[in-house]
């Protein structure tokens, strides 16, 4: 079976609970990995207000080590592995969820796969790739990253820009600050060097992995919140007069930063040419239909006989079918400087010679338009001048929202299918979890068994 693309539903269980009726759920995640996304567990904050971190950081031990068994059962098998259906009976019994059926909706996806153990090196040693999803306000999370920031040594992503930038951006909050607020913006505002990444490969363009910035944002010091920036303010201790304070150093101090990494980054990208083979096949196909066009009106020649080989960059687009459909039309109406009405000559003279004359000029003229249309949305200038354009938008919107009273709303959208629209603010808005509008945290997901671990020992509270 060839590499399914991340997020393909493969499996889920009966509800967990009646109060969340969420499932326990299989999906694929990149480099053909399985993964099992869990439904919430309650665990009562203490006395303080402050998480149970021993408490959570117990279930969680318990669960990787579920998982660890399931995982060794399975490289028991040794060979080709495991039908997922006998993956979920597994599961079933080490009580990972109750009453598993492989997903309907990926068609015969489930039924043919195989679970083995993967070679990826995440993975080597017997370990488990795992992350925990955790409840807490912006002070809290905004403090277990700095305690990140300052225990571990840079990694990957602190290594990009969005990690260089984001450091220029610390440097720069003032000094007799407390509270989150500065932590959220700053963190806010380097992510959104992943636009640019993230709309290339809506482009369908292949972005390398060292430019590909769309999951750095989540990796960045091991803390991803899920959430737009206006909502996780909200759960801060930062009062009106500090968010007009932040919106101040946003506009002067982090913008200027912010844009001058983003020049730094647009020089390093500019040399993917989106879609490049589709464009010059686009302008050679115009210029063929052209030729043609003039070559009938002084020979007996065809319009319609276009060889579809010479376009395989775009000869399976709906575009393209399209216009070849057109060229035939117009091929099968004219032969040099006659007019066919119904399989009928149409000549210089004919009643209907006019009509037909302005009939097929009329619709050359639409085949025509469709071929620039298509070109002038493949043109690189134009692509790389709306991403520019969004990322700017986007600066200018974090800005605008520092302070908003209301709740930020985000459409649901597909991972690499994001949209950036006024009055959203943020990147990968597939991974949020909106809250209820008197929420007083967010959905914090820490990325490895090192930053769980760090969680655990951490003071929260200052």
């Known amino acids: 079976m060839k590499e399914l693309p991340s997020h393909v539903k493969l499996a889920k269980s009966e509800s967990?609970?009646?109060?969340?009726?969420?499932?326990?759920?299989?999906?694929?995640?990149?480099?053909?990995?399985?993964?099992?996304?869990?439904?919430?567990?309650?665990?009562?904050?203490?006395?303080d207000g402050g998480?149970?971190?021993?408490?959570?950081?117990?279930?969680?031990?318990?669960?990787?080590?579920?998982?660890?068994?399931?995982?060794?059962?399975?490289?028991?098998?040794?060979?080709?592995?495991?039908?997922?259906?006998d993956f979920i009976e597994e599961l079933n019994k080490k009580g990972l969820g109750q009453g598993w059926e492989l997903s309907k909706e990926s068609g015969d996806v489930p039924s043919e796969m195989n679970i083995k153990e993967s070679d990826a090196e995440k993975f080597k040693g017997g370990r488990i790739y795992s992350q925990m999803n955790i409840s807490l306000d912006g002070d809290e999370s905004a403090?277990?990253?700095?305690?990140?920031h300052k225990k571990f040594d840079p990694g990957t992503a602190e290594k990009t820009i969005i990690g260089e930038t984001y450091n220029a951006l610390e440097g720069k909050i003032p000094k007799d600050v407390e509270g989150g607020h500065y932590i959220h913006l700053i963190k806010t505002m380097a992510s959104s060097l992943a636009i640019p990444s993230i709309l290339l490969q809506k482009e369908r363009v292949e972005v390398s992995r060292d430019d590909d910035?769309?999951?750095?944002?989540?990796?960045?010091?091991?803390?991803?919140?899920?959430?737009?920036m206006p909502n996780i303010l909200k759960t801060t201790s930062a009062s009106r007069d500090d968010l007009i304070k932040l919106k101040d150093f946003a506009e002067n101090e982090a913008k200027p930063i912010i844009l001058e990494s983003f020049?730094?980054?647009?020089?390093?990208?500019?040399?993917?040419?989106?879609?490049?083979?589709?464009?010059?096949e686009w302008g050679k196909f115009k210029k063929e239909v052209a030729e043609r066009n003039e070559q009938m009106a002084v020979s007996e020649s065809e319009l319609g006989e276009i060889d579809e080989e010479k376009y395989a960059a775009i000869r399976e687009s709906d575009e393209f079918r399209k216009c070849t459909k057109m060229t035939e039309w117009l091929?099968?109406?004219?032969?040099?400087?006659?007019f066919y009405l119904d399989g009928e000559k149409v000549e210089s003279g004919h009643a209907e010679f006019k009509n037909m004359e302005n009939k097929y000029n009329k619709y050359y003229g639409k085949l025509d338009l469709k071929i620039n249309n298509k070109l002038d949305a493949l043109d690189e200038r134009k692509i790389f001048n709306t991403i520019w354009d969004t990322f700017n938008d986007e600066i200018s919107n974090i800005i605008d929202k520092i302070d908003t009273p209301e709740v930020v709303t985000v459409e649901r959208t597909d991972f690499k299918n994001e949209k950036f629209?006024?009055?959203?603010?943020?990147?990968?808005?597939?991974?949020?979890?909106?809250?209820?509008?008197?929420?007083?945290?967010s959905v914090v997901e820490l990325r490895s068994d090192a930053i769980i671990n760090a969680f655990k020992n951490a003071n929260l509270k200052g």
Not at 21 to 34: A, C, H, Q, R, T
Not at 143 to 148: K, S
């Open 16 to 47: 967990y609970s009646d109060l969340f009726k969420m499932p326990f759920e299989l999906e694929s995640d990149s480099g053909d990995v399985v993964e099992i996304v869990m439904p919430p567990f309650i665990v009562p904050n203490l006395p």
């Open 51 to 85: 998480p149970d971190q021993e408490e959570i950081h117990a279930i969680y031990v318990e669960m990787e080590k579920a998982v660890a068994e399931v995982r060794d059962e399975v490289i028991k098998k040794g060979g080709e592995g495991v039908k997922l259906s």
């Open 143 to 148: 403090r277990l990253i700095n305690i990140i």
């Open 213 to 228: 910035l769309s999951s750095t944002v989540k990796e960045l010091l091991g803390t991803w919140v899920k959430d737009s």
């Open 263 to 280: 020049e730094k980054l647009k020089g390093g990208l500019e040399y993917y040419h989106p879609r490049k083979n589709e464009y010059e």
């Open 331 to 338: 091929g099968s109406s004219v032969i040099g400087d006659v």
């Open 421 to 441: 629209r006024k009055g959203e603010v943020g990147v990968r808005k597939d991974t949020y979890i909106l809250p209820d509008p008197n929420s007083i945290m």
